[in-house]
């Protein structure tokens, strides 16, 4: 497995080159990214490389939306997977469980447009899933909207996730 410093160093170079042909290079930074990047603690490091690899997935998601829709929304399963396991971590960092969640709050809202621009009866069935298995997760980890964090209490040390 590729190490975070050299994986952050690889996204890193992708940006300052990216190109039109280089989708399939952020594909594959993507489906590499180091187990360490999702917590429990969050460094700067790490930081970088969640705010990288989300960023990375919507660039994909945008880029195949069109084209090949199913791929896409995979796109946006993964981001919604990887965020949904770092809420579920129970020795998470506080900051880094809320940054997830208010994420994948975007990400539901973005699946549901996406899926309602789409034709097929089947995207129109994959948005009730989307709105119920959301709703489902975050009454799961008593989410509360009012303050931004779970029901725990705040006592870890602070991150700044950008």
């Known amino acids: 497995m590729i190490q975070l410093d050299t994986w952050v160093e690889q996204i890193s170079t992708w940006y300052k080159n990216r ?3 280089q ?11 180091p ?3 999702w917590g429990p603690e969050v460094t700067e490091l790490q930081s970088k490389a969640i705010a990288c690899w989300l960023d990375g997935c919507l660039r994909v998601f945008q880029g195949l939306r069109f084209q090949n829709p199913n791929q896409a929304y995979q796109y946006l399963q993964l981001a919604t997977s990887k965020l949904q396991a770092t809420v579920s971590q129970p020795l998470a960092d506080l900051e880094l469980q809320d940054w997830s969640m208010k994420r994948l709050q975007h990400l539901t809202v973005l699946g549901l447009e996406f899926c ?6 089947k995207w129109q069935r994959e948005s009730n ?3 119920e298995s959301h709703v489902e997760f975050m009454a799961a980890h008593s989410w509360n909207e009012a303050n931004g964090q779970n029901s725990r209490n705040n006592d870890q040390g602070s991150v700044t996730l950008h």
Request: proline share 0%; charged share 25%; net charge negative.
């Open 19 to 21: 190109k039109h042909d």
């Open 23 to 33: 989708d399939e290079q952020l594909q594959t930074l993507i489906l590499t990214v």
């Open 35 to 37: 187990d360490s990047v």
């Open 116 to 121: 309602s621009q789409q034709e097929q009866d």
């Open 129 to 131: 899933v989307l709105v």
